[in-house]
């Protein structure tokens, strides 16, 4: 075998091992994706139970398209008061535990513009597939935690966002640190958030890969031109 090749072969194989151990770092970089800031879930929910959520959407009713709004803009009296039934509810929550709050990657199946989910039974259905579980108490929720009531048994109509004290804020009626059982409900779960969350998103896997190649294609190519030099200077 001719030196020139034996050398190509040898920079080859060194750029693979030192490349090998960002390979290694993926798991590392998926938990640092997800970490759950509950201090910030909590902030957010405080500063926006009488605000328009941050996206700038508002569900003013239950089967209807939400309303375009000024995000993070004071609410009308008639939207702190809407619909007890649950329409902007799990909206709030949504971006309360999401990136604008907390920072999970809540999915937005709705729509790309509107964050989040707007369903009670699809956020409980998102958060119980592995990021969540249930417990028996309030007693056994943390301050972001989330509640979600059966307002009369016919099924999961309502989410509020857990803040401590055995206190919650909410949406569809606006309610800052009111106690959870002012609620009226025949119903309740409470759903504890598990952190980091289990089961990595679409967008968090697509997030890392992207950033796994770009990291190695400019490794490589730093490494390549070192041992490039390093061979010429013999």
Request: hydrophobic fraction near 40%.
């Amino acid at each position: 075998m001719q030196a020139p090749e034996r050398s190509r072969k040898r920079m080859a194989f060194i750029e693979c091992v030192m490349i090998f151990p960002l390979l290694l770092m993926i798991p590392c970089m998926v938990q640092a994706q997800q970490q759950y800031h509950r201090q910030g879930a909590v902030a957010y929910a405080q500063a926006y139970f009488e605000k328009y959520c941050t996206d700038g959407w508002i569900f003013r009713t239950c089967s209807g398209d939400p309303v375009g709004v000024i995000g993070g803009g004071v609410m009308t009296d008639e939207d702190k008061n809407a619909n007890p039934h649950g329409c902007d509810c799990s909206h709030f929550v949504s971006c309360a535990i999401g990136e604008p709050g907390g920072g999970l990657d809540v999915d937005h199946p709705y729509s790309p513009y509107v964050y989040g989910y707007v369903g009670v039974v699809a956020l409980g259905g998102w958060l119980l597939s592995g990021r969540a579980e249930l417990v028996d108490s309030v007693n056994a929720l943390q301050p972001s935690d989330v509640i979600q009531y059966d307002r009369d048994g016919t099924g999961w109509k309502h989410s509020v966002v857990y803040v401590g004290s055995e206190n919650i804020c909410a949406h569809s009626i606006s309610r800052l640190s009111e106690p959870w059982s002012n609620v009226d409900y025949s119903g309740v779960r409470f759903i504890h958030i598990l952190t980091p969350t289990a089961i990595p998103t679409l967008s968090e896997w697509k997030r890392i890969f992207f950033t796994m190649v770009m990291l190695s294609l400019v490794l490589a190519g730093f490494i390549h031109d070192i041992l490039k030099k390093i061979a010429n200077s013999f």
